[in-house]
């Protein structure tokens, strides 16, 4: 209201403004999930024991029955399948975090945060942010305990992270782009299993492709986190290959931005 009484006219946002709110929306969607997964030090711990007994014991006593000689190197079976745990660990971590989204719209803080004026884009890009800030760091610890089992150089480290950075953004984003059509965790759970086991099973994480039938040597290439686990392995253990590691990176990067779209879409029509 002007001092004459006259009515002026409201400012329209201008596009560097909804800018500025977009990326304060992003970080404070990110800092909640960061502050989320920082109460839930249980979460971490336990995060670690299933691919932790994957290395011990089903390594241990698969490792005695199992010869790697034709792959040379040198090294046990534990060793061999240090890379595809890791990538376990980064995919279960990932897509699961679509749960949140379930749970936040069951407690109507999704709902809250949708009506705000920060866009669509911009809140799943900080729900991608968060889910593959709280992974990564799951991932350092289990390198940090792979120590023992692989060897380690600071090449080996920043190239096992790079990887698992595009896996994150891949699965995180397709996690919430399943949770943005479910309004039950159960629905949520049962669709996930059916995807994660025959991603899991089939991208060689337990076992060399050579060997295996041209049915399921086939199906294994279908799978995007086959090239995950052949890059980790060629990194990590020095296992030659014969997927060259620029067309590993090209295939994890190409289905990481599939996903983000996909959950694009799948948040912009989210209610």
Known sequence: ?????????????????????????????WLREFKVFQRERSRVISSMVTPLMFIVILGGGLGSTVDLGNLGGGFGYQTFIF??????????GSIFFGLYIVWDR????????????????????????????????????????GILFVPTTPASVGGSLAIALLVAIGMVALGLSIGSFFESLEGFQVIVSFLVYPLFFLSGALF?????????????????????????????????SSIPLAIDFMVMGAFAAGMVLLGTLGFRRMR
């Open 1 to 29: 209201m002007a001092p004459d009484g006259t009515r002026r006219p409201c400012a329209t946002p201008s596009a560097e403004d909804d800018a500025v709110g977009n990326l304060q929306g992003l970080y404070g969607i």
């Open 106 to 145: 069951r407690i109507d803080v999704l709902k809250e945060v949708l009506v705000s004026p920060v866009s669509r884009t911009a809140i799943f890009f900080g729900k991608v942010l968060g889910g593959c800030t709280d992974v990564l760091i799951q991932v350092c610890i289990l390198l940090c305990i």
């Open 83 to 92: 890379p595809g745990i890791l990538l376990m660990l980064t995919m279960m």
């Open 208 to 240: 060399p492709l050579d060997p295996l039938p041209a049915w399921l040597k086939t199906a294994s290439y279908v799978d995007p986190l086959t090239y995950a686990v052949d890059a980790l392995r060629t990194i990590q253990l020095g296992i030659p």
